[in-house]
Every structure is written in C-alpha cells, then in structure tokens.
C-alpha cells in the first residue's frame, strides 16, 4: 500500500468553495478520501463536483462556523452521512484589518470565533470519534502570523497564533494515541483574502521581492503538504508547523 493512499478515509474539509481549501479537497479525493465539505450554503458546487468527477464520494455540511451550536453539530453530520471520519482540515477563516487601536471589538470577536474557537470545537468533536479507534489526522491551517506579528491584523494574529498553540496542545495529548495533530503556515498566496494587498502595488512588489521562490503561492502549492499529513506518510509527524511560504521565513 503507498503511504499516500487515502482510499477508505472520510476527509472533513472547513473553507472549500475556493482558494487554498478548494485544492487541498481534491487534493485528498485525488488520493482516494471521501469529502465533507463544511460551507455556509450549497450554493457553490465547484469543489463538489470536482470531487465527484474524481470518482469519490462528496457530501456539503452546511454551517456558519461564527455559531458554535452550529459547529458541534457537524460531526453528529458526518456520522449520519458518512458513519467516521480518518480526516479533519480545519481551513476556513476570516480576516479582517484595522489599525490596533482603533480595532472594533466585534471584529476581534467574530475573528476570534471563527479562526480560534471553531477550530479547537472541531479538534476536539474529531478527537472524541479518532481517539476511541487509535487514528486520525488533523491539520489546522495557521499562518505566518504563527511566527510574525503582522501589521493591522491584531486579532488575526492572535487567532492564527492560537492554532499554532492549540495545535502543539493537542498534539502532546494526542500523539500516543495515534492521532497526529499538526498545521500547515501558508506563506503569502494569491487568494481572495490577499486581494488587497495583491492590489497595493508597493506592497505586492515589496511581498514578492523577499520571497526566495519569486512569486505568491498558489492554491495547488498546498497540495502535497496537506496529503503528507493526512497520510501514513506522517505518522511519526505529530505537533509541527509546517510552512509552505516559497522560503518566506528562510530568508
């Protein structure tokens, strides 16, 4: 059996109607896993259908990940639709920016919310259904901001640094009993989320120039980094960060 076979193996993918999410779903379909995809509608059936072209099999789990009841009945979802889960990327995440001393405190809570505390909500639903069989794989996607401060992104910072953490927490609980917790930072990837800065013609050429590669990611740049850690190939790999940035923090 290849260490990267994912035949067998129900993936719950969060944030996987576009961008970095989109590829890593099929990316795990490409490997042979089924997908759950956790979106708010089921309006957007890109990532559906790419998956079903696959031949895998596909189902969308509606939630808004900023309401908690709504988050801890998703695996309660899967168990009906799929009966297990090997699989569990935590992607989706909102960003939002403004000067620290002027952040609205809504905006740190709805940041927090759905970057932080879904995130350790589905760790641990997952965890309850992985750890009684003595497998599983959870991959929380974080950020540089694991490492870096950023700038006007107080409350972004402070959540993606929090799943960097909470990512080494359960890990060192985990990990002996065969389920591996660990994170993958994407550096700068052209995304929705980046768009902005994208834009901004001195910062984008001031990104670009310190990225050893010499371009932004793309979405299919996270793709052997999340099937890696969804796979047999990693199972001595348990509380790592690890960082897709073209060299970003090398440098």
Same mark, same amino acid.
């Given at each position: 059996?290849?260490?990267?076979?994912?035949?067998?193996?129900?993936?719950?993918?969060?944030?996987?109607?576009?961008?970095?999410?989109?590829?890593?779903?099929?990316?795990?379909?490409?490997?042979?896993?089924?997908?759950?995809?956790?979106?708010?509608?089921?309006?957007?059936?890109?990532?559906?259908?790419?998956?079903?072209?696959?031949?895998?099999?596909?189902?969308?789990?509606?939630?808004?990940?900023?309401?908690?009841?709504?988050?801890?009945n998703i695996m309660p979802e899967v168990d009906r639709l799929f009966?297990?889960?090997?699989?569990?990327?935590?992607?989706?995440?909102?960003?939002?920016?403004?000067?620290?001393?002027?952040?609205?405190e809504d905006d740190w809570d709805d940041v927090l919310n759905v970057?932080?505390?879904?995130?350790?909500?589905?760790?641990?639903?997952?965890?309850?259904?992985?750890?009684?069989?003595?497998?599983?794989?959870?991959?929380?996607?974080?950020?540089?901001?694991?490492?870096?401060?950023?700038?006007?992104?107080?409350?972004?910072?402070?959540? +993606? &640094?929090? @799943?960097?953490? =909470?990512?080494?927490?359960? %890990?060192?609980?985990?990990?002996? !009993?065969?389920?591996? *917790?660990?994170?993958?930072?994407?550096?700068?990837?052209?995304?929705?989320?980046?768009?902005?800065?994208?834009?901004?013609?001195?910062r984008s050429r001031q990104i670009m120039e310190r990225i050893p590669?010499?371009?932004?990611?793309?979405?299919?740049?996270? +793709? &052997?980094? @999340?099937?890696? =850690?969804?796979?047999?190939? %990693?199972?001595?790999?348990?509380? !790592?960060?690890?960082? *897709?940035?073209?060299?970003?923090?090398?440098?």
């Amino acid at each position: 059996m290849s260490l990267f076979d994912l035949n067998g193996n129900v993936a719950v993918v969060t944030g996987a109607s576009r961008g970095l999410g989109q590829a890593m779903a099929i990316a795990l379909a490409e490997h042979g896993a089924d997908i759950a995809l956790v979106q708010r509608t089921n309006k957007d059936t890109a990532t559906k259908n790419a998956v079903l072209q696959l031949g895998r099999r596909c189902e969308i789990i509606l939630c808004d990940l900023d309401d908690n009841e709504q988050v801890k009945n998703i695996m309660p979802e899967v168990d009906r639709l799929f009966g297990h889960v090997e699989i569990l990327v935590n992607n989706a995440g909102i960003q939002r920016r403004s000067p620290a001393v002027d952040f609205p405190e809504d905006d740190w809570d709805d940041v927090l919310n759905v970057n932080l505390k879904s995130v350790f909500l589905l760790c641990q639903q997952a965890g309850k259904r992985m750890l009684p069989k003595g497998y599983g794989k959870i991959i929380n996607i974080s950020s540089l901001m694991v490492f870096q401060g950023g700038i006007t992104v107080p409350a972004y910072a402070a959540a +993606k &640094g929090g @799943v960097g953490q =909470l990512t080494k927490a359960l %890990s060192n609980e985990w990990a002996a !009993h065969g389920v591996n *917790v660990n994170s993958i930072a994407p550096g700068y990837m052209a995304t929705d989320m980046n768009e902005a800065l994208m834009k901004n013609e001195v910062r984008s050429r001031q990104i670009m120039e310190r990225i050893p590669a010499g371009r932004w990611g793309k979405p299919e740049d996270m +793709k &052997g980094a @999340v099937v890696f =850690l969804a796979s047999h190939a %990693s199972d001595y790999v348990n509380g !790592h960060v690890l960082v *897709v940035d073209g060299g970003w923090m090398g440098r």
